[in-house]
Each structure stands twice: as C-alpha cells, then as structure tokens.
C-alpha cells in the first residue's frame, strides 16, 4: 500500500463546476500538507498549504484536512478552462522536509 | 517571492556525454535543495536532498556516482548527470526552501534532458 493515494484521472468538467480532489494517506504523523498544480511541462507551482486539520481558503481554492479519516481535499469553484492541469497532492511530517507525493491527479475543464 | 529558476530549460546531449543542470533560488536563501526526476504523466520520484556546504543524501536505488550534486551557494545547486545514456532521457525539477518565509519547497520550471 503506498503512503499517499490519489486518483489518477483524468477527470474532466464542464467551466464553472466545483471540482473537488482528493489524497488518502495511511501516516497519522503527517503533520503538513501541500497541493501544487503542474502545467505540462512545468515545475509543481504551490497552491495551498495547510497544517494539521481543518480549512483554509484562498480565493477559488478551499483546502480541507480531516486527519481522523486521513483525507485530503482541494475544492475549485468556479473552475476555468485554465485550471487544467494535474494537482498533486505532497505531505510530510514534522521531522522532515521531503515529501511524500500523490501520483496526481489530472484535470480537465472544458469550455 | 520564493522563485526558483533552472538552466537550461532543454538540453539535448549525446550518449556518453555529461550535462550540467543549475538550480538557483532567486529571492531567497535555500538551506535545502531537492532534485527530483519525472517521467511522462507519473508523479515525482525524489533523487536526493542536498544541504548547502554537505554532501547530497541520495535516495534507495539513484547512483551517486552517476548524478553528481553540488549545492555550494545558499541561492545555487547543479546536478551533473555524468556518461549520459538514452534511459536518462526525463524530466528533471529541482525545489528549494529556506529562510524568509519559504519554509516549504519551492520547485523550480525543470528541465528536459534527451539523451540521443
């Protein structure tokens, strides 16, 4: 079983939907957790990044974390045909700053 | 803030024939610097860390004799990829973090290296 579980896609939408994606991961001592959208071809750029449980917002981006259920989630309002993209999903504990990755998602938002 | 930038963007080398990549933090001071390796629509696979003024710490499986790190500056780090082979061919992305504010990793535009 990998550490982090992500859902591969591609999962596409029509404009303005809510998107909503999603990691699973089995380490309770994740502490910090990162969703970086990557263009084709481009680095990771960070979107949002959350300690321990609970929401943060920031714009059209609203990131979750339930640490009971060991369940991250990234909602897009409002997504645009610019929001395509792979997201990934990255956490780490607080001993360390490597990573531990999802396979990423990839989206597709259709005008 | 927090940029990293990486030279060149593209580089295309010849089998045998070893090829440097920089990695430079633009506007912050990089205690740690990761590289990383990405091949077509798959995650990224972390090659080693690298703190300024130390050896790299390689991860399980990557050859450290064969991708040479050096992260002699707090704001530069370079990846050698050394007697190049075709199945070297990939994606290569660098990130840093540091101080001021840059505290997580910051990943740099990466670099596709084709080896012929």
């Known amino acids: 079983q990998k550490e982090v579980e992500q859902d591969p896609g591609p999962l596409s939408v029509p404009e303005g939907a809510i998107v909503s994606l999603n990691c699973t991961y089995s380490?309770?001592?994740?502490?910090?957790f990162m969703w970086y959208r990557q263009y084709s071809r481009k680095g990771p750029e960070l979107l949002m990044y959350t300690y321990s449980s609970g929401n943060k917002e920031d714009g059209r981006f609203t990131a979750q974390v339930d640490k009971s259920s060991k369940y991250i989630s990234l909602f897009i309002r409002d997504s645009q045909p610019s929001d395509s993209a792979t997201y990934l999903c990255?956490?780490?504990?607080?001993?360390?700053?490597?990573?531990?990755f999802g396979t990423g998602t990839r989206l597709k938002v259709l005008a | 803030g927090a940029v990293v930038s990486q030279h060149p963007s593209w580089v295309i080398c010849k089998s045998g024939t070893s090829v440097k990549i920089e990695c430079r933090s633009l506007?912050?001071?990089?205690?740690?610097m990761f590289w990383y390796r990405q091949f077509p629509k798959q995650s990224l696979m972390l090659m080693a860390t690298?703190?300024?003024?130390?050896?790299?710490?390689?991860e399980q499986g990557v050859e450290k004799d064969k991708f040479l790190i050096n992260h002699a500056s707090l704001t530069l780090s370079t990846l050698t990829v050394t007697s190049a082979h075709p199945e070297d061919s990939s994606f290569y992305i660098c990130?840093?973090?540091?101080?001021?504010?840059?505290?997580?990793?910051?990943f740099g535009p990466g670099t596709r290296l084709t080896v012929t």
């Open positions: 506007d912050f001071q990089a205690t740690t």
């Open positions: 380490n309770s001592a994740f502490q910090y």
């Open positions: 990130s840093a973090r540091g101080v001021g504010g840059a505290y997580e990793q910051y």
């Open positions: 690298s703190n300024e003024g130390s050896k790299a710490t390689y």
């Open positions: 990255a956490m780490r504990n607080s001993g360390t700053y490597k990573y531990i």
